[in-house]
């Protein structure tokens, strides 16, 4: 059953057919394959399968992230760190940095940061004389900090595919996060230090005042989301909608930069990606479902106990696996086919599902700036007009950079956890 599933599933997404609907007929033929006719078991599932109230979360935060996007909030971050951090060798890389993981505290998306943060840097770099690619392959990666610090659209489909805290795993990503951006803002010094790159006046303390009035809208977006969630106001379904209401005000009442168009073009862009991820999580409690009956978690399971019954040694190879399939598929696709299947295997052998859970999402982001997938990368060449080719020869010690942060986070587990546990008792 599991060499069926894997044959139907990649043969379907070979010939070219979306996800959702690859996996819809997967989960068809291996009811088929189990002598299994009462498809109706499919639709339920279907059905069920966005019936989740953590859930409504993930539309929300779409439609914050290109409120922020069009409404202007991205530019007045990025002026903000510029201010700080401008006079400093090569400081719009460490812009690029500190902006994205400021963005990635509202967005919960790598497209959208590396979207916006992307559109204001770079040809304000290229302007200055850096090299396009250079720039690009280092806000590449920096927008791939997005779902990694708190809020997070992959940590909300995989709180629901697992059944695990949202809240808790929010929590587990905010170390992870800043040390990768802490690690990119190193490799970016290491990268630049030998080029003769331009470097901004110091900003006077009235010019950073200045800034930092602009940009303090912006700034408190992320505070009074991460806030209302550990203080229990709201929960992060219910700081998805204030993150919504708080953007738009703030767009089209202070930075007045959003016409009726661009809102109308806003909903339609938001509507979109909504209904594709929820269709694709959709199929796959369908096929999450099929995987269940057909016992291919356990047997998995068995396998690699057979094989080790070291928890160490199996972290290792399913970060592998993890890896391998984040470079050709997206991060909520993966999340939702294989979390049904792996957490039961680590929850054997006693790993923490919150902490799982990050690794997990941590590994698969990797993914985005990886070919032959690599949404973030086409996004990237979008940005700059450079050719793939060309991106990925820039991007390879970025990816590195992620890789050992995974690796670390794996065997160092209070990297994740100290802080949910600190927070939730």
């Not at 303390?205 to 992320?222: H, I, Q, R, Y």
């Not at 050992?404 to 990297?415: A, G, H, Q």
Request: aromatic content about 10%.
């Amino acid at each position: 059953m599991l060499l069926v599933f894997v044959v139907s599933l990649l043969g379907f997404l070979a010939i070219g057919i979306p996800v959702g609907f690859s996996l819809a007929l997967t989960s068809t033929v291996m009811l088929l394959f189990m002598n299994n006719t009462n498809f109706i078991v499919i639709s339920q599932n279907l059905l069920s399968g966005t019936d989740n109230f953590a859930l409504m979360a993930i539309p929300f935060f779409i439609l914050a992230g290109e409120i922020m996007n069009e409404g202007g909030l991205s530019l007045g971050i990025v002026r903000f760190v510029k201010s700080l951090l401008g006079h400093v060798k090569g400081g719009l890389g460490y812009v690029a940095v500190v902006a994205s993981m400021i963005f990635a505290g509202v967005s919960g998306a790598a497209v959208a940061d590396t979207s916006a943060i992307g559109s204001v840097l770079l040809p304000l770099m290229d302007q200055e004389g850096y090299k396009k690619d250079k720039s690009t392959a280092l806000i590449c990666a920096s927008g791939c900090v997005g779902p990694i610090i708190p809020p997070s659209i992959p940590m909300v489909v995989f709180g629901v595919v697992g059944g695990v805290s949202v809240t808790r795993m929010f929590l587990g990503g905010m170390v992870p996060g800043i040390v990768t951006g802490l690690l990119l803002m190193i490799t970016w010094y290491l990268l630049s230090k030998k080029e003769n790159l331009p470097t901004f006046p110091k900003a006077s303390f009235k010019e950073v005042l200045s800034s930092t009035k602009d940009a303090l809208p912006s700034l408190m977006l992320p505070f009074i989301i991460l806030g209302g969630i550990l203080s229990g106001i709201f929960t992060p379904t219910e700081a998805g909608v204030i993150a919504v209401v708080y953007a738009f005000v703030i767009s089209v009442i202070i930075y007045k930069k959003l016409s009726y168009p661009q809102i109308r073009d806003i909903f339609v862009k938001a509507a979109r990606s909504t209904s594709v991820v929820m269709f694709v999580v959709a199929a796959a409690t369908a096929v999450a479902y099929v995987i269940t009956v057909a016992q291919i978690p356990r047997l998995l399971g068995d396998l690699l106990m057979a094989t080790t019954s070291n928890k160490y040694i199996i972290l290792f190879l399913i970060n592998i696996l993890i890896l391998l399939v984040g470079c050709f598929m997206d991060v909520s696709p993966s999340l939702l086919i294989l979390g049904p299947i792996l957490l039961p295997i680590v929850t054997k052998i006693g790993i923490d599902p919150v902490f799982f859970g990050v690794i997990m999402v941590y590994g698969l982001c990797i993914g985005l700036i990886t070919p032959p997938v690599g949404n973030v990368l086409y996004v990237g060449c979008g940005l700059s007009k450079i050719s793939i080719a060309q991106l990925v020869k820039k991007i390879w010690p970025l990816v590195v950079v992620y890789i050992i942060v995974l690796f670390l986070i794996t065997y160092i587990p209070d990297l994740v956890m100290f802080i949910p546990n600190a927070v939730m008792k």
